[in-house]
Each structure stands twice: as C-alpha cells, then as structure tokens.
C-alpha cells in the first residue's frame, strides 16, 4: 500500500503535497510514536513546527 501511495504522490497534483512523519514523545509514558500525514508543500514548517 506504501508503494502506491508514493507513486501517487510522484505524478499529477500529487506533486503539491508532501507525506510528513514526525516523532513525538509522549508525555504520560516517555515513548516515541509516529505521526504522519499529507501535506501541502507551503504547509510542511508549520506541521514540523507544531508540537503536538
């Protein structure tokens, strides 16, 4: 399924947005997940930014 998502992502209007992943650290236990979402590319430093 990846597979397919990125080569949706590599032609057409799949090439204005971005697939972002972010480590976030959980406050409750201390562990490390992965958050992950499609992007608009003006969009990419304010999901980075944001520290949720």
Known sequence: MA?????????????????CIKMVK???????TFKESIVPNDLVKDFFADKK
């Open 3 to 19: 597979k397919k998502v990125v080569a949706t992502l590599k032609t057409g209007i799949g090439k204005q947005f971005t697939k």
């Open 26 to 32: 959980s406050e409750k236990t201390g562990a490390y």
